[in-house]
């Protein structure tokens, strides 16, 4: 069955690194892949959308890979800060629906 | 733009009874989906709604229902709660109605407790 993988461990990195999250995915070929950030006890936002056809997106401190032959999308956030600590999803869309499968998330903490 | 509206946003029931959940998608969202969230299981799909039709629903028990109203308004409805039923429920609209390359914009949930 279709699967998707985030480190479920969380990441605690010093403010001012880069921040990289994984998002591996088993038995499927996406058209795209899409990334959202979760504070506590609020919904999912969107961040970023990337196509099987784009290596690389990036939207201001955010950069998105997606490599389909490693089935692995990369979310990194340069020049990270503490506002960026919340947890991250990856979701990638079933071909012939409309739901989406989304990840368990990656904890992300940005220490001062 | 007013984003999406849940309500209620905490309640807690007990098991056997049923509750309703409400979903008030952006002005202009014609597609409406449900996704339970628990701490263990993630987000998982339940429903997907577009013009008052279910165009496709998750692997979760007939309790689990839904449907949506002319005005794109949508609400849940679970029945016979049970404590596994205890979750966060979020609705999520989207613009494009025919593809599904759209992103999701999601409401704050309603937190549902089962006691």
């Known amino acids: 069955s279709q699967k998707i993988e985030q480190n479920s461990e969380a990441l605690n990195i010093q403010e001012g690194k880069t921040a990289t999250l994984t998002c591996n995915y088993t038995n499927y070929s996406p058209a795209y892949l899409q990334w959202y950030r979760q504070d506590p006890g609020r919904g999912p936002v969107f961040l970023l959308l990337?196509?099987?056809?784009?290596k690389e997106k990036r939207k201001e401190r955010l950069k998105v890979t997606f490599d389909t032959t490693l089935k692995q999308s990369l979310f990194h956030i340069t020049a990270s800060q503490p506002a960026d600590s919340a947890t991250y999803l990856c979701?990638?869309?079933?071909?012939?629906?409309?739901?989406?499968?989304f990840g368990t998330g990656t904890r992300l903490k940005v220490l001062a | 733009k007013a984003g999406v509206t849940q309500t209620p946003r905490y309640l807690i029931k007990t098991r056997g009874q049923q509750v309703t959940l409400s979903c008030s998608p952006i002005s202009g969202h014609r597609s409406v989906s449900w996704y339970q969230q628990t701490p263990g299981q993630g987000l998982q799909f339940l429903f997907e709604y577009f013009s008052e039709t279910q165009r496709n629903k998750g692997n979760f028990p007939g309790r689990f229902s839904g449907r949506q109203f002319s005005n794109s308004r949508s609400e849940m409805n679970v029945s016979t709660l049970e404590l596994g039923d205890s979750a966060l429920y979020l609705c999520a609209s989207s613009f494009i109605p025919t593809t599904n390359t759209g992103e999701l914009f999601f409401g704050e949930g309603s937190r549902l407790t089962v006691l």
């Open positions: 979701a990638l869309p079933v071909s012939g629906t409309y739901k989406y499968i």
């Open positions: 990337i196509r099987e056809n784009e």
